[in-house]
């Protein structure tokens, strides 16, 4: 049974994606397929909403979708007839792949959103001969010299989605990982985490993942985490520090 600080956490992922995709709260919930317009919402992701948009989402129940104005009509006849692991199916996703190509782009995921809270994180420890450090978003900078993190940290001062926390790992005083948080929202922050080649699968990914969801978590923020459904290691370390699978998410770019 759901915790209560689990029952929370959904609540706000649904606020978001409600915000992202321009649909209610409820349609999560039920088991449809809900297909919205696109727009700009108070309380979404602050990525971009692309000119030929499609974004596809589940929670477990029902679909939600949301496209551009002119894809609108094609989305309906194409998906609003289907069940939700129909729209998943492989045959699907190539219909979509298909579809969006003219338009010169590529259907990405299925990707897995997971979501922790302090109820659910588990134990970690550094490794020995590991230290661990925590930089502030005004030290965050610091770190865009080191340019083997690209999956942590954004390089980018004035990004939309600026880094807001990172831990570091250091090996005998060289950086050898790096976990970055990234704002993706005002109450959902995105982890990322790069461990160099040499020094993965020693418990370091774990380390500074664990130690920077419990540094976003202490600043009342919902840490965040996406995979690939085929990255088994990504999720494998996620669940591992009690991540739990929150949504599912297609998306045209």
């Given at each position: 049974m759901a915790t209560s600080a689990r029952k929370s956490a959904l609540q706000t992922v649904r606020r978001v994606l409600a915000a992202d995709l321009a649909c209610n709260e409820t349609d999560f919930l039920e088991d449809i397929v809900s297909i919205n317009r696109a727009e700009i919402r108070?309380?979404?992701?602050?990525?971009?909403?692309?000119?030929?948009?499609?974004?596809?989402?589940?929670?477990?129940?029902?679909?939600?979708?949301?496209?551009?104005?002119?894809?609108?009509?094609?989305?309906?006849?194409?998906?609003?007839?289907?069940?939700?692991?129909?729209?998943?199916?492989?045959?699907?996703?190539?219909?979509?792949?298909?579809?969006?190509?003219?338009?010169?782009?590529?259907?990405?995921g299925p990707d897995q959103k997971h979501v922790c809270t302090f109820d659910d994180l588990a134990e970690f420890y550094i490794p020995q001969g590991v230290k661990v450090s925590i930089y502030s978003e005004s030290k965050v900078v610091e770190l865009y010299e080191h340019l083997n993190f690209k999956h942590a940290l954004s390089y980018q001062v004035d990004h939309p989605r600026p880094d807001r926390l990172a831990v570091i790992a250091e090996y005998d005083g060289m950086i050898v990982g790096i976990a970055g948080a990234s704002q993706d929202c005002e109450c959902m922050w995105q982890i990322g985490v790069d461990v160099l080649p040499g020094y993965q699968g020693l418990g370091i990914g774990k380390a500074i993942v664990g130690t920077l969801t419990k540094a976003v978590l202490d600043q009342g923020v919902i840490p965040y985490y996406s995979t690939e459904v085929s990255h088994l290691q990504s999720r494998q370390l996620a669940t591992s520090l009690g991540y739990w699978p929150a949504w599912v998410q297609l998306y045209a770019r």
């Open positions: 108070e309380g979404r992701f602050q990525f971009p909403i692309r000119e030929k948009s499609l974004s596809i989402v589940t929670m477990g129940k029902g679909v939600v979708v949301s496209c551009n104005q002119e894809r609108l009509q094609w989305v309906k006849s194409a998906l609003d007839h289907l069940t939700r692991d129909q729209i998943f199916s492989i045959q699907t996703i190539a219909i979509l792949e298909e579809y969006v190509k003219r338009d010169l782009q590529i259907i990405a």
